[in-house]
Each structure stands twice: as structure tokens, then as C-alpha cells.
């Protein structure tokens, strides 16, 4: 719990045996109330270890992150979601002032942006390649995001149920930023930095196929391309959501 407000964390996992005992290490479990690991057709031991480290573990026989994501926020129960990649790379030490952040100044979403420090010098074309959809995403969508492929967000879970999230690969995470930050009359949004670390285990990006398969999404979903997508979560009757607002 934190100031009176329930924490999930939920984290897609494929093949994050070496990571995941890495982002347990400085974890405050008296914050984070329930950890859900999602299984993407893991062929190393990432549920047993999930498992024994106290997460709740959901096995997603689609792969993919954007299919591992959707079924691990349709079943995260907390007032607030976190989200990272279950490699140590992104800061747990950083939840408070996250959440302090989120609570304290009436934001809905927050996405990290990691541009701005890294341990070690970082690869120039990951670098660039994050740039580039990030032009895209002004141009395209007309708001500025200085990480576009950040995987720390934080929100409010209610929000999913504003949400159109269609992709199921890497694409999830510019399509959240783009649902969450283009509807300022209903979700409070803002990108703030965090720093990042190097990865435990084995990275999954596929530099090329993936930069590419990010940047032809923005242009289906820019020109509606890609059908609709029902809401993860249903909508709170209208009844509730006016007492909560009074
Ligand atoms: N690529 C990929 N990642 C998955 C899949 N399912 C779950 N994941 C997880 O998604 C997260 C992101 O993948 P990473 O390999 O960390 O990609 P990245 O953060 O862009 O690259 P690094 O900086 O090297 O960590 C990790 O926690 C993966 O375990 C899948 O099917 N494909
Ligand atoms: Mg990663």
C-alpha cells in the first residue's frame, strides 16, 4: 500500500530467469501489495523462480510483450499500476517518488524517460533508432515524447478502461503512451526521467525488426489501420464514478 492506494506491479517475462532475482533485490514488497510476472513460453526456469521470489505467476501462451502485457493488466487488482521489464534495468528505488508524484499532483499516467542517463554509454543505434519514432510520433500524432519505448509507466488501473491497446509485440509500449497522453480532457499524463541500468540476462529486441515493426504501427494506427480493440477492463458504472468524484 502506498498513501492509501493499492500496488501492482506487472512485469512481462520471457526467458528472465537471470533478471528477475535482480528486480526482487531492492523491491519494497511493504509498498508493492501484489507482483504479477506474465510467462511468454519461458524455456528457462523464469516461473519457478518468479514463483519462489513471491510474484503471481500468469502463463501467455501468445508471445509477444503486447500479449503478455494485456493479460498481466487484465489481471493486476491494484488501485495503481506499475509496470517494468523483469530485467533490473529500470529503478525500483524510484516507486515512492513515482507514486508520490502520481498521488500528490493528481496524475494519471506517467511513463519514465530514460534518455537522459544510462550506466554505461548506450548502444548509438538503439539510441537513434528510439528518436526516430519518436519524430514519427510528433509528426503523426502532434505531442512530443522524449522516450517513446520506455517500458516504466505508472497509472491508475481505471484508465485501461479508456484504452485501445491492439498491439501485441514490442509496438505496446509507444501505443499506451499514445492512447494515455492523447486524451488530456480524460487522463493526466507527463514523462519524467529515471535513470537505467544494464540488463541481467538476454535481450529480446530484435533492433531492426522491431525499430521497423514500431514505425509501420504509427502509420496504421495514425490511419486506422488496425481495427478496434476492446477496453482491457470494463468502465465503472457512471453511478460510482460520480460518488468518487464528489
Ligand atoms: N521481446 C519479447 N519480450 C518479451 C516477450 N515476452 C515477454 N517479454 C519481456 O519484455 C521485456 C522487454 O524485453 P527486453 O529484452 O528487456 O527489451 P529491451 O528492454 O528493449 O532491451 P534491453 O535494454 O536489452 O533490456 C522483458 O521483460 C522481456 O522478458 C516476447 O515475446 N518478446
Ligand atoms: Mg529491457
Known amino acids: 500500500m502506498y498513501k492509501n492506494n493499492r500496488i501492482s506491479l506487472v512485469m512481462p517475462c520471457y526467458n528472465e530467469e537471470h533478471g528477475l532475482p535482480e528486480v526482487f533485490r531492492d523491491l519494497d514488497r511493504r509498498i508493492v501489495d501484489e507482483v504479477i510476472a506474465v510467462d511468454n513460453n519461458s524455456t528457462d526456469r523464469t516461473a519457478a523462480v518468479a514463483q519462489g521470489l513471491g510474484a503471481t505467476v500468469i502463463r501467455e501462451p501468445q508471445q509477444g510483450y503486447g500479449a503478455a502485457y494485456k493479460t498481466g493488466l487484465r489481471n493486476a487488482t491494484g488501485d495503481i499500476v506499475i509496470t517494468m521489464d523483469a530485467d533490473g534495468t529500470y529503478p525500483r528505488n524510484f516507486i515512492p517518488i513515482l507514486l508520490d508524484v502520481m498521488i500528490d499532483e493528481k496524475f494519471d499516467f506517467i511513463t519514465c524517460d530514460r534518455t537522459g542517463h544510462k550506466d554505461k554509454p548506450s548502444n548509438w543505434l538503439r539510441v537513434f533508432g528510439n528518436d526516430v519514432l519518436n519524430a514519427f510520433i510528433l509528426l503523426l500524432f ?105
Open 142 to 246: 502532434w505531442f512530443r515524447v522524449r522516450d517513446s519505448q520506455s517500458g516504466m509507466w505508472v497509472f491508475r488501473r481505471e484508465i485501461l478502461a479508456h484504452l485501445r491497446l491492439t498491439s501485441d509485440g514490442m509496438a505496446f509500449s509507444e501505443e499506451i503512451k499514445l492512447e494515455a497522453m492523447s486524451k488530456p480532457q480524460l487522463i493526466r499524463a507527463i514523462e519524467l526521467p529515471v535513470y537505467y541500468k544494464e540488463r541481467h540476462g538476454v535481450s529480446k529486441l530484435r533492433i531492426w525488426r522491431d525499430g521497423f515493426y514500431n514505425l509501420f504501427f504509427l502509420f496504421r494506427k495514425r490511419f486506422g489501420l488496425l481495427g478496434s480493440a476492446p477496453p482491457l477492463i470494463e468502465p465503472r458504472p457512471a453511478n460510482l464514478q460520480k460518488e468518487l468524484n464528489t
